[in-house]
């Protein structure tokens, strides 16, 4: 593919487009919520021309094959969206055993790598209040066809019969590890800090269920979507499974331009609850800031995605222009900081992924022998604490971790359901407030999932 073809069209939803295409196979949004500068573009991606999945029974260089697919870097259109078109998909968390190998199980057999190549898609601009379609092609005549098939799916959504979330509660017999099975693994993470065989680890908790019957994944994220939308979110629909991430947080980002590859990851430690009123949520975030545990568990992962970033940045570039900043969510308050640097000659942004997977923020430090930890402490992960990313064909990346994620498999007639949340251990952490921790962070997809509303008390709430 050698050129790109930008078609504009007038404003429409992102999650009601999604909702026409939502169940075949390797359909795919992100979906940016919240406003501000990382919540300014959606993304709806169909009908991909090559797909890619690498299971976990195959040996092969999953990273390789993901390079290969992207194929050779060509310029796009500099008055574009950030992604014109490449390949996206999901990146599990057990890839990383391909890259320091560790003997990981594997959940339910989730690839460790699913993702496709797409020729065309649909870049909505929450600031500028229009649509992209956006066509790749060997040149322009076949480019500009394919960003007309893309109108076609806005089409498809405008003649729709419109839909609304389900009322009621989505899931049912949805339950959670046990309290006290959760605080005894963070025990024996502080155990094992103080036996200076880690600094900090990052355990997660698991909730289980069923999604009620006619429940599909997608009625999720239309209801996340409306209740608590968040920069990062993302949606995937396998074959026989499905990803529904509400997530904030970014896990790492290549942007091209004047010959260069800048690099920005944006890691997430220290988290507080909401309060109930002004002043109590004021406090919450005021000792947030001042939380020398907080502080210092960002930090270690700071200095981990600084060291990961190093191996394949350009000597000195790597650098730390905001250190604890405090970002609010419907839920939860967290210290954000961002590390940024330019990719050295000759490395590009699968060099980048290989040296950062999985990420820092969800492992701990040292990586290797926090994963090993984590792998003694829970079940396989599959696509928790992974990433779902695209890789544009002009070079350029992005991808989130996946946090606030709820996996689906397909049983019979109906799905099951997986969700998880997790806290980063260290030093002096408590069992009991990293539970309460976990409960906090998960208590958006609990409640979306588990809360009987009405139709009426939850429209369809625009993605912005």
């Known amino acids: 593919m050698r050129a790109t073809a930008i078609l504009k069209a007038d404003w429409k ?232 991430s509400n997530t904030p947080e970014r896990f790492i980002e290549v942007r091209p331009g004047a010959g260069r590859l800048t690099v920005e990851t944006r890691p997430i430690k220290g988290t507080a609850p909401r309060g109930s009123d002004e002043a109590h949520d004021h406090s919450l975030i005021q000792a947030l800031e001042s939380s020398a545990k907080d502080r210092a568990e960002n930090l270690m992962i700071v200095d981990l995605m600084r060291n990961d970033l190093a191996r394949v940045c350009e000597a000195g570039d790597v650098a730390t222009p905001e250190l604890f900043r405090v970002e609010s969510f419907a839920n939860v308050h967290h210290l954000v900081s961002t590390v940024t640097g330019r990719l050295a000659p000759g490395r590009d942004a699968i060099d980048l992924l290989a040296a950062t997977f999985p990420p820092g923020s969800i492992t701990g430090a040292p990586k290797v022998q926090a994963m090993k930890v984590i792998a003694q402490l829970e079940a396989p992960r599959g696509p928790f604490f992974g990433a779902m990313f695209w890789a544009g064909f002009d070079g350029g990346f992005d991808s989130n971790v996946l946090i606030r994620t709820a996996a689906f498999v397909i049983d019979g007639d109906g799905w099951d359901i997986e969700a998880r949340a997790g806290g980063g251990v260290v030093a002096d952490s408590d069992p009991v407030a990293e539970r309460l921790e976990t409960e906090a962070k998960i208590s958006a997809l609990l409640g979306a999932l588990t809360e009987t509303v009405s139709a009426a008390d939850l429209p369809l709430g625009e993605c912005r």
């Open 13 to 244: 939803d992102p999650v009601e487009v999604l909702g026409v295409f939502a169940e075949e196979p390797f359909a795919l949004g992100f979906l940016s919520g919240g406003g501000g500068p990382r919540g300014r573009w959606s993304y709806l991606l169909r009908s991909p021309d090559a797909v890619l999945v690498v299971d976990p029974q195959n040996q092969s260089d999953a990273l390789g094959a993901l390079k290969a697919l992207i194929g050779e870097v060509f310029a796009g259109d500099p008055d574009g969206p950030p992604f014109q078109g490449g390949v996206a998909g999901l990146c599990a968390y057990e890839l990383g055993d391909r890259i320091e190998p560790l003997g990981l199980g594997r959940l339910d057999d989730w690839p460790d790598l699913a993702c496709a190549r797409y020729p065309a898609l649909l870049a909505f601009d929450h600031e500028a209040r229009k649509v992209l379609a956006v066509g790749c092609g060997g040149d322009q005549a076949e480019a500009t066809a394919r960003g007309r098939l893309a109108l076609t799916w806005l089409d498809e959504a405008a003649s729709a019969t419109p839909s609304r979330p389900l009322p009621g509660a989505l899931a049912r017999d949805l339950t959670g590890e046990a309290p006290e099975t959760y605080e005894r693994g963070v025990a024996d993470v502080v155990a094992r800090i103080g036996a200076g065989e880690i600094f900090q680890a990052n355990i997660a908790r698991r909730w289980r269920g069923r999604l009620a019957a006619g429940v599909k994944p997608f009625d999720l994220l239309r209801r996340l979507a409306a209740r608590s939308p968040a920069p990062f979110a993302a949606y995937l629909r396998l074959p026989d499974r499905a990803v529904v």
